[in-house]
């Protein structure tokens, strides 16, 4: 089915996604091991489709602000490797998809070259996070905010600061983990402004408007759906969503990729995103998770909707 958002009937089908996602949130609940995470209210869930024309159809609670967390990673590693080019980026990283949860550091003392498995496990995404340039800590910080209101389409996107603090004041396992990638020569320099960068990244705050447009430019192949500016070269978006496919779901990709098939990125924070590939890009909100960390309402909406509007790439 071609998307088409001025159509009575896609946006009847978004509504009846919503609907059904809905039948679902009392399964999860919000990430408690973040303070300000675990204060979400878990009956909320909200969608919005952007189509390759920048046209937004929503639905439920699609202004709700929330945090990246995982989704921003996806952004880190485009300007990763804007920054330093897709060798270098890819000695401190690799690309396979490993199986376990996204905390996990288990893999990192056995590995024989000692680099996490994927950029989209919280080992792979601080060690690009430490790839990325500037004068000072604060200048990164900077850097990352400007690059994901030029990706998100909005110029006021901001970091929640709350949350920052929340994961700073908590994130002792995110610093055994930039320690030990220190012990193995995979961090340069001092390891607490990359890791204060890493949870800045995390903690960048949008809606589902902002991340549907972030969607629709990585199913246009990195060109913005409103100005056609090529905003991401070709190659990087193709790789971004290869990873999106084999690693963006947590320990869950392997079975998303066979049934909702659509490039995606979950956050604990709640928002999922699925850009498939030249057709819209698709977001979707609902702070109740899984044992995966995965929305549970966020998931039923991307199921309903890659079934019904036949958008799985396989």
Do not use: W
């Not at 973040?34 to 204060?39: D, G, R, T, V």
């Amino acid at each position: 089915m071609m998307l088409d958002l001025e159509s009575v009937e896609q946006e009847k089908l978004i509504r009846q996604a919503l609907s059904y996602g809905h039948k679902f949130v009392r399964y999860g609940k919000p990430a408690d091991y973040i303070p300000e995470l675990a204060k979400k209210d878990p009956s909320k869930l909200g969608v919005a489709v952007c189509d390759l024309n920048g046209n937004m159809m929503t639905a439920g609670d699609c202004d709700e602000q929330f945090t990246m967390q995982s989704i921003a990673k996806v952004m880190s590693l485009i300007l990763a490797i804007e920054q330093n080019g897709f060798e270098y980026v890819f000695t401190k990283v690799g690309m396979e998809p490993t199986g376990d949860a996204f905390n996990s550091m288990v893999r990192l003392e056995s590995l024989i070259k000692k680099k996490p498995f994927n950029p989209m496990i919280n080992a792979g995404a601080i060690a690009v996070a430490s790839c990325i340039r500037g004068s000072s800590l604060e200048e990164r910080q900077r850097c990352c905010v400007e690059f994901a209101r030029k990706l998100t389409g909005n110029p006021k996107l901001d970091v929640d600061y709350e949350v920052f603090r929340s994961e700073k004041e908590t994130g002792h396992k995110n610093r055994a983990i930039i320690n030990l990638m220190k012990a193995n020569g995979i961090i340069d320099g001092d390891v607490e402004p990359h890791l204060d960068l890493y949870f800045t990244i995390c903690s960048l705050s949008a809606n589902c408007r902002d991340m549907a447009f972030f969607a629709a430019v990585l199913a246009n192949n990195g060109v913005n759906p409103n100005t056609k500016e090529q905003l991401i070269p070709l190659r990087v978006v193709k790789l971004v969503r290869s990873l999106m496919v084999t690693c963006g779901m947590y320990d869950y990709s392997g079975e998303y990729a066979a049934t909702v098939g659509m490039p995606s990125k979950s956050g604990v924070g709640g928002g999922i995103i699925a850009a498939p590939i030249g057709k819209c890009g698709i977001a979707a909100y609902g702070p109740a998770l899984d044992e995966k960390g995965n929305s549970v309402g966020g998931l039923k909406i991307m199921e309903f909707l890659s079934e019904k509007m036949d958008l799985h790439m396989f």
